[in-house]
């Protein structure tokens, strides 16, 4: 087994092809994919791929560059959306003062409003937090106060010390192809000392497709590259790897189902 836990199968690069890009991942191994929304527009197109398809399963959410334009989205419609049975995540959501393409302020209400449904849904948050760190640690270890959820931050690029901070907050971090790039050598240590069981792999396709498939558009089949390189990294077999991060998936994305094999 071997999940993709974060993939846009609906964006340009990917949804053209949609069928063989699918087809192209299974044949690599791959065994689920989480496909994830960052509009309220594209909830229903998301979430009926998942229906669609046995092995694929649906977030709802909003991504912080889409803050503003989702200002008065009220935390029902966002409940509301995670009753269906295909969705098995909130997100993703967070925090980016890279673009800056939404008001902070807004971002940062709308974060604490996913953390809420996160809480009280019992669904695993989907966190992206791009050169707003300080601002991501305060407010989960605030929300963490009120009550504990399930969440984990997604193509993890950031520090070593936030990475403690959020694996001592319960967090789970996920690895996309970025760990495999020449100068992310930080990244690279931290990916070889993170905790067997707070690991998950990702592509974030259709973007960062990882060495050795650099300027391509990115593609679920690539994280059993990433996967590879990370178990090179670790030290253990690239077939361990991915049965761990597996079972890292359905530990915390409690609401998927594991394929059934046949005996």
Sequence with gaps: MLIDSHCHLNYKG????????????RAAGVTGFLNISTRQSEWDAVVAVAEAEPDVWA?????????DAHADL???ALRAATAHP???A????????????SDRAVQRALFRMHIGVARDTGLPLIIHTRDAEADTAEILADEMGKGAF???????????DFARTVLDLG?????SGI???????????IARELPEQRMLVETDAPFLAPIPHRGKPCEPAFVADTCAFVAQLRGVSREDLAETTSANFFRLFTKAQPPQVAL
């Excluded at 760990?179 to 240590?189: I, M, P, S, Y």
């Design 14 to 25: 990917v949804a053209e092809d949609q069928q063989g890009v699918l087809a192209r991942a």
């Design 59 to 67: 977030s709802v959410g909003i991504h912080p560059h889409e803050a």
């Design 74 to 76: 009220g935390a029902e």
């Design 86 to 88: 295909r969705v098995i």
């Design 90 to 101: 909130i997100g993703e959501t967070g925090l980016d003062y890279y673009y800056d393409h």
């Design 150 to 160: 399930p969440a984990l931050i997604h193509c993890f690029t950031a520090s070593a």
């Design 171 to 175: 967090l789970t971090i996920s690895l």
């Design 179 to 189: 760990v495999t790039f020449k100068n992310a050598r930080d990244l690279q240590e």
